[in-house]
């Protein structure tokens, strides 16, 4: 079955640090994956998403994510976090009918000054 | 441009009354979809419209739930009779084309809580 999963749970980084957050997906052909974030009171926002071609994708508000095939993975990036970054992040991927999005559990940052 | 809105944001109801919560997509969005997050679970596909059709209902948990889309505009979630396992954040989204289920904006959420 398809699966896409978020390892961590919560995490926390220092404010200027680099992030990194994980997803691995369960897929047969070429997945289509999408990163998420979700600030307290909003709505999902789509941070980036892959397709085909280059794997590394560039996305808003500084992200990037780089989407590894031999390892299933499509981890999320950014070089250095701003306190504005605190928010829930989900990595989906797209159901083989295209039809639908399957989500990860999601991944909670926190970023401490 | 007005985002995906939904009404109420927050609803606290009691075991085996019905809710029914509202989505008004972004104007012009032919596909709506209803997804719900369970406290601690993923967030789950529950049904598809293209305009008023449902194209896949395959998500939706019981047949307690019913969802339509009358006119092809805003769309309504009905939850009757509610139970305790019904909790959760319900979203929708809406998004122009078919194919472009990656495009699809969220709204806010409608945090439902049965007691």
């Known amino acids: 079955a398809q699966s896409v999963t978020q390892p961590d749970i919560h995490i926390t980084v220092s404010e200027g640090a680099s992030l990194e957050l994980r997803c691995n997906y369960s897929y047969g052909a070429t997945p289509y994956l999408f990163w998420y974030v979700q600030s307290p009171g909003q709505g999902l926002q789509l941070l980036l998403k892959?397709?085909?071609?280059?794997?590394l994708v560039q996305g808003i508000k500084g992200f990037e994510a780089e989407f590894k095939r031999s390892q299933s993975s499509f981890n999320l990036r950014k070089p250095s976090v701003h306190w504005s970054d605190a928010a829930e992040y989900f990595c989906a991927g797209l159901n083989q009918a295209g039809t639908a999005l399957i989500f990860g559990k999601g991944t909670t940052l926190s970023v401490s000054s | 441009e007005a985002g995906v809105t939904q009404f109420p944001s927050h609803s606290v109801i009691e075991k085996g009354q019905t809710v029914t919560l509202r989505c008004d997509p972004i104007s012009g969005h032919d596909n709506l979809y209803w997804y719900r997050r369970v406290m601690g679970k993923e967030i789950k596909f529950l049904l598809h419209?293209?305009?008023?059709?449902?194209?896949?209902e395959s998500g939706m948990p019981n047949n307690r739930f019913l969802a339509e889309r009358t006119g092809g505009t805003y769309s309504t979630l009905k939850v009757q009779p509610a139970e305790l396992e019904d909790s959760g954040v319900y979203f929708c989204a809406s998004s122009e084309w078919e194919e472009s289920t990656t495009e699809a904006f969220f709204g806010q959420g409608t945090r439902l809580t049965v007691v």
């Open positions: 419209f293209v305009k008023e059709s449902k194209q896949d």
């Open positions: 892959y397709f085909s071609g280059d794997t």
